[in-house]
């Protein structure tokens, strides 16, 4: 792990619009989880269209997992804090994500994939993100990558913050995963009491943070535990400065809105209704699934 020596100073950070406390419900074969970034944030948030955030030590919330389902249009980012889930898709990949480690999917044209369980009991927790594509990548071919804790580039602060860079840049330090199109940058940050994180964010890029452990404050303004904050595209605000009066753990996300019409049903996201109609007519017959590269 290495140690931050640029430091990254914001001039003026981006205040909070809103909080947001998400909507319980259930995926899969009945998987309870809370959906912070549900549909009628997507273009406030694009590129970003979905964040789940489960947690349970109960493994009736759980041990269903995700049977076989479809994707067309957009990439998941499943993050996984603890826990071990077994992944298998259509092109015959197979991997075990695990404690710290990431699966990063770009469903393109489409893939059907599982998500089940390896484990009977103890915790399960951790989130999927959902990264919309660019109508020109919409149609490409699948594309995964398993990435372990290990894999995933590190570093801590002069303040004692540890960040994972899961993608995108921070403080000189390239994530495990970059976007032309989208630039988004997803970061972990383990703040200790006291400390605090500074990162430059582009203008008009969209952004947000989320509290899973804690408390952080942005601006002057709390944000509690298991609350999305999301944060103001101001003109004079180069980037984020986030706070914290005890140790918290929060996810920081941003990316470059695409300005694209969305139109998702379900599993499929893409820029019309016809391109969901042919995405259903291809998954009916068959022809939604090829191989992943």
Same mark, same amino acid.
């Given at each position: 792990m290495n140690t931050s020596t640029n430091d990254h100073t914001v001039k003026l950070s981006r205040t909070v619009e &809103?909080?947001?406390?998400?909507?319980?419900?259930?995926?899969?074969?009945g998987v309870k989880l809370n959906r912070l970034l549900t549909q009628n944030l997507q273009h406030r948030l694009d590129p970003f269209l979905m964040l789940d955030a489960f947690g349970s030590d109960?493994?009736?919330?759980?041990?269903? @997992? /995700?049977?076989?389902?479809?994707? &067309?249009? /957009?990439? +998941? $980012? +499943?993050y996984m804090i603890a826990g071990r889930m077994l992944h298998r898709d259509s092109a015959g990949h197979e991997g075990l994500l695990q404690n710290g480690g990431v699966q990063w999917m770009t469903a393109g044209k489409g893939v059907i994939h599982s998500e089940i369980p390896q484990q009977e009991e103890g915790v399960m927790e951790g989130f999927q993100l959902w990264l919309n594509l660019p109508r020109r990548d919409k149609m490409k071919a699948p594309w995964y990558r398993d990435f372990q804790d @290990?894999?995933?580039?590190? /570093?801590?602060?002069?303040? @004692?913050?540890?960040v994972t860079v899961i993608a995108g840049e921070s403080h @000189? $330090?390239?994530?495990? $995963? +970059? &976007?032309?199109? +989208?630039?988004p940058r997803y970061l972990d940050l383990q703040l200790p009491s006291g400390a605090r994180f500074e990162q430059s964010l582009a203008p008009g890029h969209n952004a947000f943070v989320y509290v899973y452990r804690g408390e952080v404050s942005i601006s002057g303004e709390t944000v509690p535990l298991q609350r999305m904050a999301i944060l103001a595209n101001e003109d004079q605000a180069d980037g984020v400065v986030i706070e914290a009066s005890a140790d918290a753990r929060v996810l920081l996300i941003s990316g470059q809105p695409l300005k694209e019409p969305i139109v998702q049903y379900g599993p499929f996201v893409m820029n019309s209704q016809q391109e969901i109609y042919q995405a259903l007519s291809d998954f009916r017959d068959g022809h939604l699934g090829e191989s992943a590269a």
């Open positions: &809103r909080l947001i406390a998400g909507q319980a419900t259930s995926d899969g074969a109960d493994p009736n919330d759980y041990i269903a @997992g /995700f049977p076989d389902h479809p994707h &067309r249009g /957009f990439e +998941t $980012v +499943t @290990g894999d995933l580039p590190k /570093f801590v602060t002069e303040q @004692g913050v540890a @000189g $330090v390239t994530g495990a $995963v +970059t &976007r032309e199109i +989208t630039e």
